[in-house]
């Protein structure tokens, strides 16, 4: 097999005598692709406790979660088949500046943003209502 020319790799991982190394490949994944933007567990206790209780008024009927390299976002809706009434996102590009977290209307309009998950989400105290045009 001294014929066949040695296989490079993408990222020239070499040895000294010339042949390759081993690489975790949770690590290089890592290294990759970073992972995504989650809620954490307290922040996910306080947005289902809203949730919830809106629930139990009969404003809200589901709910999804979706988790990006970007930003986690908690989308609620009146109906499973409609464009969320209201979505709280988690953005921690934005966390130095603005806040991190904010509560998003259906017409894309920003509510409230700040810095605390629980001065956000007092928006919901509040009685707001979906007005048809």
């Known amino acids: 097999m001294a014929d066949q020319p040695e296989l490079q790799h993408s990222d020239g991982r070499t040895s000294e005598n010339g042949t390759a190394t081993v690489v975790d490949l949770r690590e290089y994944r ?3 692709d970073p992972p995504p933007v989650t809620f ?3 922040e996910l206790d ?4 809203i949730y919830g209780r809106m629930v139990g008024e009969g404003e809200w009927r589901d709910y ?9 976002v908690f ?8 464009v969320p009434l209201y979505r709280i996102e988690k953005d921690p590009k934005l966390a130095s500046r603005q806040g991190a977290f904010s509560v998003v209307n259906a ?3 920003v509510l409230k943003r700040g810095h605390e998950l629980t001065q956000v989400l007092k928006v919901f105290d509040k009685v707001l209502k979906l007005v048809d045009k």
């Open 30 to 32: 890592q290294s990759r």
């Open 40 to 42: 954490h567990r307290r």
């Open 46 to 49: 306080q947005i289902l406790w």
């Open 64 to 72: 999804a979660i979706d988790h990006t390299r970007d930003k986690a």
């Open 75 to 82: 989308s609620v809706f009146k109906r499973a088949g409609d």
């Open 107 to 109: 017409g894309g309009m």
